[in-house]
């Protein structure tokens, strides 16, 4: 049977990834941890969150599509060949 060597003190594994790295993930866990806390820890925070994020991410992608829309049809819409069948005021 094996013995356990408990005079070696022990270190996380670092899974392979160089030490100069888990700074930086760990300044980025940080983030994730601060915005959970800002915003996911409770529900009616969450729920707010979810609500703005959803608010202007469809006004955002309505703005973008809309702009596309025109840019794809400039000069075959109503408003840009309106000037040829209007009768003009005299």
Known sequence: MGTWNLSK???????????GCLSVCQSKMSLVTAAYNALGKRTSTFFLS???GAFVFERTFDGVADQIYLKHNQGKLWADIKHKYEAKDE
């Open 9 to 19: 003190k022990w270190k996380p594994p670092t899974l392979g990834v160089p030490i």
């Open 50 to 52: 979810v609500m703005v």
